[in-house]
């Protein structure tokens, strides 16, 4: 099986790297912390905080290693061209033609998506529909049943 890539800015390989560093140098010495403690309390066959701590140590590594793959795969999107059109990277101010309201987006690769922060993932619904359109265009999305209808009104870089 082929290594899928991972597409993220600069900045989100950035942000994967210092996770990556924190879990590594601090969350895993928390938690062979915990396990030596575990240990001391002695019997380990009736022993939950021995269990619980296993399992974060399970978890921490499979988080770790998830990182470190998506680091070896990624690919930089290049943020800082000027296009006409909306693709990875782009900064896109969409118009709800419903609601009359307007919102801000970045879009990114699905790793680095976070709609709290503002960044889509191409590969959602909405990022989707305005991927390779221009400002002044409507879009359709759909949504379960239901269709919005956004206008792309600037495209930023």
Same mark, same amino acid.
């Given at each position: 099986m082929a290594n899928k890539s991972v597409l993220l800015t600069e900045g989100g390989l950035n942000e994967l790297r210092e996770k990556l &560093?924190?879990?590594?140098?601090?969350?895993r010495l928390e938690v062979a912390d915990r396990l030596k403690a575990a240990i001391a309390l002695g019997d380990l066959s009736e022993n939950s905080e021995y269990d619980d701590a296993k399992n974060e140590q399970s978890f921490l590594e499979g988080e770790?290693?998830?990182l470190e793959e998506k680091i070896r795969n990624a690919k930089i999107i290049d943020? &800082?061209?000027d296009s006409d059109v909306v693709n990875l990277g782009s900064k896109v101010v969409l118009k709800d033609l419903e609601f009359d309201e307007t919102e801000e987006y970045k879009l990114v690769g699905s790793t680095e998506a976070d709609p709290d922060k503002g960044k889509i993932s191409n590969e959602s619904p909405v990022g989707a529909a305005i991927t390779g359109k221009v400002a002044g265009e409507i879009v359709e999305v759909h949504v379960g049943e239901n269709i919005i209808k956004y206008q792309i009104v600037e495209i930023k870089r």
């Open positions: &560093n924190y879990l590594k140098s601090v969350r770790i290693a998830e943020d &800082n061209t």
